[in-house]
């Protein structure tokens, strides 16, 4: 009797432990993760993310989509697309967005390698930089704008060439960012070498914020800085356009942001970044056929994330510096990784799969 007690007692806990294993097995819910503060190539100020919690729908198991970007007007599309909720309209109600504001390449990177974000927009530099770390974990799957940066000098500075640059200070906003690298090439076109190479050149980096003040001080001479720096420069302390964006590389023609993913995220879930490349790819239409209502969008956007306006007159010399476009020049990535080579942040040029764009339809 008391072997069948027994029996029945373990039949029963098998039971109610099948039970239990089943119910977990339909909770899918995930929540969103934040990211903090950070400093960025624009020298913006980072906004808070917007939660989304992972929930259940009809449609089945339900996908967290998070996408990192930054408050600047060379991530227009990223801008357009938050203010206009067309991702989460193209991506249909089983698929949740949120979005997180970075101001620096490498922070946005830290939380694609921690799985805090599935997407985002970011420079070239911390792109290729982010494919080799990751032994090719994350990849370029579009483009989002070319050229948004020029060098200037003080407004008591006139060069005629850029072999001028010989003996002068020169700011870029990071080491081993895509101005950087830009500088790099122009002072190797000329001859010349950094300070820390050997050279002449003191090449310093400092922050966007910052290159006012040190410039109508005296204490630098150029600075070669993204939209809408370089038109603040012009405006606010009489700076003078030694080389506009066409003039800085390549002819304007090389990526100032673009559009990384995860690989894993890409493999598991095609069809939410196919969605998200067709809404990126009508944002980037929509931009250039109503240029005026996107800049106003564009503004009240980065008011949001850093309480801060931009003049209307910064902002038409911004966008007119630069091209938004979905069409990636692969050449130019690979430019930009053959020098980060040379100057050692990277050891290798990646190869051809660092860029994926079959999903761009």
């Known amino acids: 009797m008391k072997k069948s007690k027994v029996w029945i007692l373990m039949l029963l806990m098998l039971s109610l432990m099948v039970g239990l294993t089943a119910c977990g097995g339909d909770d899918s819910s995930t929540e969103a993760t934040s990211e ?18 992972g929930t259940e729908t009809d449609g089945g198991e339900a996908v967290d989509l998070r996408i990192g970007y930054f408050p600047n007007i060379t991530h227009a599309q990223a801008l357009v697309l938050k203010d206009q909720g067309k991702v989460e309209e193209a991506v249909g109600d089983n698929v949740n967005v949120s979005w997180t504001s970075f101001n620096a390449g490498p922070a946005e990177i830290e939380s694609i390698f921690a799985g805090e974000i599935d997407l985002g927009y970011i420079g070239p530099i911390p792109a ?29 500075l006139v060069l005629e060439d850029a072999k001028d640059l010989d003996g002068k200070k020169v700011a870029i906003p990071q080491l081993g960012n895509t101005q950087h690298l830009s500088l790099l090439n122009i002072l190797k076109e000329n001859d010349l070498k950094t300070v820390q190479a050997g050279g002449t050149v003191d090449v310093v980096a400092v922050e966007n914020a910052q ?32 080389l506009d964006y066409k003039e800085v590389w390549m002819n304007g023609e090389y990526p100032v942001a673009l559009v990384i993913c995860s690989k894993d995220f890409k493999t598991e879930h095609p069809d939410v970044v196919e969605k998200f490349l067709a809404a990126h790819k009508e944002a980037t239409l929509f931009i250039n056929e109503n240029l005026d209502e996107a800049k106003e969008i564009v503004n009240r956007q980065i008011k949001e994330a850093s309480g801060k306006d931009t003049a209307a007159d910064i902002l038409d010399a911004g966008f007119s510096r630069m091209t938004i476009t979905e069409v990636l020049n692969e050449d130019a990535v690979f430019a930009f990784a053959e020098v980060n080579k040379q100057e050692g942040f990277i050891k290798e040029v990646p190869d051809e799969q660092i860029i994926d764009t079959s999903l761009l339809k």
């Open 36 to 53: 903090p503060e950070a400093t960025s190539e624009a020298g913006e100020e980072s906004a808070e993310p917007d939660d989304a919690e």
């Open 128 to 156: 290729i930089n982010a494919y080799e770390q990751s032994e090719g974990d994350v990849n370029i799957i579009a483009n989002a704008s070319d050229g948004g940066a020029v060098l200037v000098t003080r407004k008591d």
């Open 211 to 242: 290159v006012q003040q040190l410039m109508d001080s005296g204490e630098l001479d150029a600075a070669l800085v993204p939209e809408p720096w370089g038109s603040v420069l012009e405006k606010e302390i009489g700076a003078n356009l030694f």
